[in-house]
């Protein structure tokens, strides 16, 4: 049986002025899996993020997400993702309620199901009795987590993450992709980019580009295998050194 593609890229091209930021990308991604989308700083992995969130329009090339065209259908994408980045996913001086209220609301989902929703997001936490503290008088690592818990709150298909675990400890990091695991499992898609190279050893697959082109997609055994070496970390370093803008 065909795996249901949730996203798929052919030929995606986005330039600037001369400079080609993404050079004809081909990828899909399917239901219920991790991806890993890797490249040192520089590579084009932000710019292709944007585009397959729908924030950005690409200069040629065919990209679908959920089925919906990135070219005219932006907000029906907009709608059917999530969203969490290491740099702003919470508003420090509201509640954790507050948060999930306000995100809730932009999502479009009605007061019952916000309601629902939280408790059932911060009871999987085990958390439910921090839903009145302040978000700045949180941990780090707890507000990654509940980052996470708003950016799936409006069960989208997609959740796309921009190097969620930076800044916090190796444990931390650990119980949040425990979190990606148990989502993995109930059919959403998880999209990751990460500098940790650990990480990218917890992803179905793994997309690692260089020059604003995919060099290597598959699995991290099949990669390690390929490129004969003894983890991610090795690969991503003999690939990066081929670099010409470095």
């Not at 030929?11 to 040192?40: C, H, M, P, Q, R």
């Not at 932006?74 to 969490?84: A, L």
């Not at 420090?92 to 999502?107: A, P, S």
Request: aromatic share 12%.
């Amino acid at each position: 049986m065909d795996r249901e593609k949730v996203i798929e890229v052919k030929n995606l091209v986005k330039k600037f002025g001369s400079f080609t930021a993404n050079d004809n990308l081909t990828f899909d991604v399917y239901k219920g899996e991790i991806f890993g989308f890797l490249g040192a700083n520089g590579a084009g992995k932000t710019t292709a993020m944007k585009i397959l969130c729908g924030l950005s329009k690409p200069s040629s090339g065919d990209i679908r997400i959920v089925g919906y065209d990135v070219y005219h259908e932006t907000e029906r994408i907009k709608n059917s993702i999530g969203y969490m980045s290491q740099k702003f996913s919470l508003y420090d001086d509201l509640t954790v309620w507050e948060n999930f209220r306000f995100f809730g609301g932009i999502y479009g989902l009605s007061r019952k199901e916000i309601e629902s929703q939280t408790q059932l997001l911060l009871n999987r936490l085990g958390i439910w009795s921090y839903k009145d503290r302040i978000i700045s008088s949180i941990p780090l690592g707890w507000k990654q987590k509940l980052a996470f818990s708003v950016a799936i709150m409006h069960r989208p298909a997609i959740v796309f993450l921009d190097e969620p675990t930076g800044g916090v400890d190796p444990v931390t990091r650990r119980q949040f992709w425990d979190l990606i695991y148990q989502a993995a499992s109930e059919g959403y898609t998880v999209f990751v980019t990460t500098h940790y190279m650990d990480e990218a050893e917890y992803c179905d697959r793994v997309s690692i580009m260089v020059d604003g082109r995919i060099r290597a997609l598959d699995t991290p055994e099949n990669l390690k295998s390929t490129f004969d070496c003894q983890d991610m970390q090795d690969v991503f370093i003999k690939l990066a050194r081929e670099a010409k803008y470095q």
